[in-house]
T-cell receptor, first 118, second 116 residues
């Protein structure tokens, strides 16, 4: 079964508007971490934001925020005030098995291609 | 502070040859991860090294191997190259166990391997 699902292959947003990129996940492990990465056309994966399964509050990093709904197993990325430079692929990823202190493989979704229009 | 570096940027090989990809982690990071990003297959976990040891391996054949050196840099070797090995190979590093539950993997720019 797919562990990370990103249902939006492509999204378009106008510059300065907000956009939400969807991510749902599947795990039976009570302890896990969720990550969002940005991949521009150059190929490098850029870390954006992290949410732990036990975190009480939604994570925020500058213009990025994570809408974490644990019961629904969703971790949507919200980008506020979109900029032209935000055009890229966005990947949601999960790491299971944090109970022993982290560092394990990441499982990625298929990604969403975001295009910001001027 | 320097990020994760990878070399070469591009690599062109022919079927049956061997490829060696290199990765230098962020200073202070002891864990190195390798991922393959092939067209249509998404990002797939390949290997995880920590403190010089292989800690986990993805669902790849044994001709994919690697090692981690005492300075925590890493090599990925792909033997008997096949056409379907053409992909972007991404290396990531993290603090490993010292990073705790929020340990984050930071990626390098990747090596694009083309097998002809």
């Amino acid at each position: 079964a797919q562990k990370i699902t990103q249902t939006q292959p492509g999204m378009f947003v106008q510059e300065k508007e907000a956009v939400t990129l969807d991510c749902t996940y599947d795990t039976s492990d009570p302890s896990y971490g969720l990550f969002w990465y940005k991949q521009p056309s150059s190929g490098e994966m850029i870390f954006l934001i992290y949410q732990g399964s036990y975190d009480q509050q939604n994570a925020t990093e500058g213009r990025y925020s994570l809408n974490f709904q644990k019961a629904r197993k969703s971790a949507n990325l919200v980008i506020s005030a979109s900029q032209l430079g935000d055009s890229a692929m966005y990947f949601c990823a999960m790491r299971e098995g944090q109970t022993q202190g982290g560092s394990e493989k990441l499982v990625f979704g298929k990604g969403t291609k975001l295009t910001v229009n001027p | 502070e320097a990020g994760v570096t990878q070399s070469p940027t591009h690599l062109i090989k022919t079927r049956g040859q061997q490829a060696t990809l290199r990765c230098s982690p962020i200073s202070g990071h002891t864990s190195v991860y390798w991922y393959q990003q092939a067209l249509g297959l998404g990002l797939q976990f390949l290997l995880w090294y920590d403190e010089g040891e292989e800690r986990n391996r993805g669902n790849f054949p044994p001709r994919f191997s690697g090692r981690q050196f005492p300075n925590y840099s890493s090599e990925l070797n792909v033997n008997a190259l096949e056409l379907e090995d053409s992909a972007l190979y991404l290396c990531a590093s993290s603090l490993g166990d010292r990073g705790g539950t929020t340990d984050t993997q930071y990626f390098g720019p990747g090596t694009r391997l083309t097998v002809l």
